[in-house]
């Protein structure tokens, strides 16, 4: 019996690309929805073929801006999903969002199609750091999708975007000031990284040094009414996003559409799979547990200790540097607040 599967799908259109962005995306003003949801559909029943009515705890659309997808072609998928797979009762089915591209009719719509949680794109609550990132709605457009999504009792996230060309530890302080005015459960909040092939690539930006950022990082935990429980992640209790939890996890899960990737698991032989013809190799169970290992180590809880991980686990590091790791009473291995500050260098010391 082949074990539970989350799954993620991929939605490559947005109206425009941000500054900022090296995902998997396009500029996209009229995307041919038919093909779109065709070739979505016929991944899952590739899936369904392959895995068996298997369950599914999570389903996750992200992008790209998958708020920009007609309702009916998001019926039409989720649809298919459920005829093909048993979701869970309590199913986590997030949407990503974009303001801009939703107003309340089209995102109740979502709501009775099956979506309940929702993760807002806002990157900042000023107007001209907005137009700075490249994105096309303003604070207010921000402010009142979060709030009909809120009234609509959905399950509430939204990413912001932080250590921008000039930006201070100040900044960070009166950024989370606002943010905790918003009354959300769960946020996520990124450090701006400059990636080759952006226009913000393109650019000379003066920015922040790593002790600045590394301060901006420290003032987030400090200033924000909600707990930390991944590298950038926060909510409150019970409120975690549980797609991402159980991806960095090590839980399997299938990668559907152009761009998406997934880890999938068939008589305990795991396989790296891109959409359902363009890969799907063995991978080993050392190079799973090193996959792991590098998501785990991301959670506050920190990463799950089974017979593969163990065996990667340099344990003599982790007794010597006391400051930096722990085993916690759940078996688990997670990093302190000072061990996530330098999680890279931690990882090369690590793994035998």
């Known amino acids: 019996m082949i074990q539970p599967h989350n799954i993620y799908i991929h939605v490559p259109f947005c109206l425009s690309k941000c500054n900022y962005c090296a995902f998997f995306s396009r500029a996209c003003a009229e995307p041919d929805w038919d093909k779109y949801e065709e ?17 599914i705890p999570t389903i996750f659309f992200g992008g790209g801006t998958p708020s920009l997808m007609p309702i009916k072609t998001f019926e039409n998928i989720i649809n298919t999903i459920k005829s093909c797979f048993d979701l869970d009762n309590q199913c986590e089915i997030t949407l990503e969002s974009n303001p801009g591209t939703l107003d309340k009719n089209k995102l109740s719509d979502f709501v009775k199609a099956g979506i309940n949680r929702l993760s807002i794109g806002i990157q900042s609550l000023n107007d001209d750091k907005l137009k700075f990132l490249g994105r096309i709605h303003n604070a207010t457009q921000a402010i009142n999708l979060l709030h009909d999504a809120q009234n609509l009792g959905l399950r509430v996230s939204a990413d912001f975007i932080y250590g921008l060309p000039h930006e201070t530890h100040q900044d960070i302080i009166n950024i989370c000031k606002d943010i905790n005015s918003l009354g959300l459960s769960h ?31 420290m003032a987030i935990s400090e200033n924000l009414n909600l707990p930390r429980y ?18 960095w996890d090590g839980e399997p899960y299938i990668g559907i559409g ?73 078996n688990r291995l997670a990093a302190t607040e000072k061990g996530m500050l330098i999680l890279d260098d931690l990882l090369i010391n690590l793994t035998r």
């Not at 070739?39 to 369950?55: D, P």
């Not at 590298?231 to 991806?247: K, L, M, T």
């Open 39 to 55: 070739s979505i559909i016929n991944e899952i029943l590739y899936w369904a073929q392959k895995l068996g009515k298997i369950s």
């Open 187 to 217: 946020c996520s909040m990124y450090e701006l990284t400059i990636e080759p092939d952006t226009p913000f690539g393109k650019m000379n930006l003066q920015m922040p040094s790593n002790e600045e950022m590394a301060e901006m990082y």
């Open 230 to 247: 991944e590298v950038s992640n926060y909510a409150a209790n019970g409120q975690e996003c549980r797609h991402n939890q159980n991806v």
């Open 258 to 330: 152009q761009g998406a990737a997934g880890r999938i698991l068939i008589d305990d032989i795991w396989y790296e799979q891109m959409g359902n013809q363009q890969k799907f190799e063995k991978i080993s169970n050392q190079v799973r547990a090193i996959e792991k290992l590098i998501t785990g180590l991301r959670q506050v809880r920190g990463i799950k200790l089974d017979s593969d991980t163990e065996k990667i686990i340099n344990f003599d590091f982790v007794t010597n540097n006391p400051e930096l790791l722990k085993v916690t009473s759940q």
